[in-house]
C-alpha cells in the first residue's frame, strides 16, 4: 500500500477512530468511518448545557497530565484549558475535613513499590508485603485507591503500570476543556468532514473479511463496505462481538489480557448550592471522598454552578447493575444526603435536572476506560503490531503510556495506528 488510492475503514467514531481518521484524510487517504451510534464520541457524553447549565460531560471530563496530543489539538481548535483549582474534602466519621485522606504507610508503601522488579497483581503485592495488620489501613487505602479510580480489579491489576501513578501521588495534575471534550469532538469530526471523511452513523458492524488484498466490512443493517483496510478502535469487550478473519483474530483474543473497568456517573443539578450553608468554608470544594454508596463527588468550582457530580468506579459496581437511572439518581440524593447529614426528602435537594449513565449498560462500551494487568503490555505489543495484516487495532487500550485509559490515550493511539499505515506498515 503506498498510493493515495488506498480506501481504509475505520470502525468507531471515538477520539482514537476520528484521530486516526484525520490524520488518515490529511495524507490524501480515503476514509469511510463506520459509527454504530448516531453521534460522534464514543465514551464521551456531552450533555445538554440548557440541561446543566454549562457543557457537562456524561462520560469523560479530566484531561489528565501533560497530555501533548490533547494540547496540541486544543491550541489547533482555539480551544482553551481551565486547571482545576480548589480544595479535596473528605468524610469521616460524618465530620468533613479539609485534608485529604493519607495513611501513615504511605512513605513505606512507595519505598517498596519502587523496588519491585517482577510485576504483581496488587492483591498479590499487598499479601506479600503488606500483610501484617498494622497494613490493614493501607490495605484499604490502595484497595479503594485502584478500584475507584482506576476503575480495576485488585486481582488482576499491574502494580509495575500503577507505580509511576502512586509515585506522583496519583494524576494530579488535571484541567478541563473549556467548552468540554465535546467541544474537541465536534472539531475533530469537522476536520475530517472537511477533508472528505465519510462518516457513516448507525452503522453496527458485524464481521470483517480478507478479500482481493483488502478487506470487506459487514453491518448489521446490510450495508457492505470494501477497503484496503480496517481500523478497529472500539472498546475492548465489543472485539469479540466481530466476526474476524483467522489472524486478526487470533490477535483479538490477547486483549483478554488487558483489564476493562466501570463507572457509573451521576450529574445532579440544584437550584442552588446548598452545601455552602452546611460549612462555611467549603467554598473552594473541588473533590469530596466519602464511604457512601456513590462515594466520590466533585463540583464546577471556580465556576458557581448548582451541579454535583458523583461517581462510583470499579467492580463494585456489580452491586448497582440492576438500577434504573431514576433509581441510580436516587442512590445519589441518598448518598448526598448521608454525607451532609440531611433527609433525603429535604428540599435543599430538589433537582433541576438529573443524569446517571451506568457505562457498563451502554451497548457500545460495555464500560468505562483500560487498564493494565501484569500481562497487558504484552498484550499491547500484539495488537498494535503491524504484521502485514490488513486489519489494525487501535484505541486508549493500547496506549503504552502512564495515562493508560484516557481520551489522550485515545488520541495518540489513532495518531500512531494513523502513522503505522501511512508508513505502508500493512498489505
Not at 7 to 25: N, P, Q, T, Y
Amino acid at each position: 500500500m503506498s498510493d493515495t488510492s488506498e480506501h481504509i475503514v475505520v470502525v468507531g467514531a471515538g477520539a482514537a477512530g476520528l484521530m486516526a481518521a484525520r490524520e488518515l484524510a490529511r495524507a490524501g487517504r480515503r476514509v469511510t468511518i463506520l459509527e454504530a451510534r448516531m453521534r460522534c464520541g464514543g465514551r464521551i457524553l456531552p450533555l445538554s448545557a440548557a440541561e446543566f447549565g454549562y457543557e457537562a460531560a456524561g462520560g469523560a471530563e479530566f484531561v489528565h497530565g501533560e497530555a501533548p496530543v490533547t494540547r496540541a489539538l486544543l491550541a489547533e481548535a482555539g480551544l482553551s484549558l481551565a486547571t482545576i483549582a480548589g480544595t479535596q474534602w473528605s468524610v469521616e466519621g460524618g465530620k468533613l475535613s479539609r485534608e485529604a485522606r493519607h495513611d501513615p504507610h504511605e512513605v513505606e508503601l512507595h519505598q517498596v513499590v519502587k523496588e519491585v522488579k517482577d510485576d504483581l497483581t496488587v492483591d498479590e503485592f499487598l499479601r506479600r508485603y503488606f500483610a501484617d495488620s498494622q497494613y490493614e489501613s493501607l490495605r484499604q487505602f490502595v484497595t479503594r485507591m485502584v478500584e475507584g479510580y482506576d476503575a480495576a480489579d485488585p486481582a488482576r491489576a499491574s502494580v509495575l503500570a500503577l507505580r509511576d501513578e502512586w509515585m506522583a501521588g496519583g494524576r494530579h495534575a488535571q484541567g478541563r476543556i473549556v467548552g468540554g471534550y465535546g467541544a474537541l469532538i465536534e472539531f475533530l469530526e469537522a476536520e475530517c468532514r472537511a477533508r472528505g471523511v465519510d462518516i457513516r452513523l448507525g452503522s453496527i458492524v458485524s464481521g470483517v473479511e480478507e478479500a482481493d488484498g483488502g478487506v470487506v466490512i459487514r453491518c448489521g443493517n446490510g450495508e457492505v463496505h470494501r477497503g484496503d483496510a480496517a481500523v478497529l478502535t472500539v472498546p475492548v469487550p465489543l472485539l469479540k462481538e466481530i466476526a474476524l478473519p483467522r489472524a486478526a483474530r487470533e490477535k483479538a483474543a490477547v486483549a483478554a489480557d488487558i483489564g476493562f473497568g466501570n463507572v457509573i456517573k451521576i450529574l445532579l443539578r440544584f437550584e442552588r448550592r446548598w452545601w455552602l450553608d452546611r460549612q462555611a468554608d467549603i467554598t473552594d470544594l473541588t473533590f469530596l471522598l466519602s464511604d457512601e454508596k456513590i462515594p466520590v463527588w466533585w463540583t464546577q468550582h471556580p465556576a458557581g454552578d448548582a451541579v454535583l457530580t458523583g461517581w462510583f468506579g470499579g467492580p463494585q459496581t456489580a452491586s448497582l447493575a440492576g438500577l434504573t437511572e431514576p433509581e441510580l439518581i436516587e442512590a445519589g440524593l441518598a448518598s448526598l444526603a448521608g454525607i451532609f447529614g440531611l433527609s433525603p426528602n429535604d428540599p435543599a435537594l430538589r433537582l433541576i435536572a438529573a443524569r446517571a449513565i451506568n457505562w457498563a449498560h451502554d451497548p457500545y462500551a460495555r464500560g468505562a476506560y483500560s487498564w493494565a494487568t501484569p500481562q497487558t503490555r504484552d498484550a499491547q505489543s500484539i495488537l498494535a503490531s503491524a504484521d502485514g495484516t490488513a486489519v489494525l487495532f487501535s484505541g486508549e487500550a493500547l496506549y503504552r503510556g502512564r495515562d493508560m485509559g484516557t481520551v489522550e490515550a485515545a488520541l495518540a493511539s489513532g495518531r500512531e495506528t494513523a502513522a503505522v499505515i501511512l508508513k505502508g506498515c500493512v498489505r
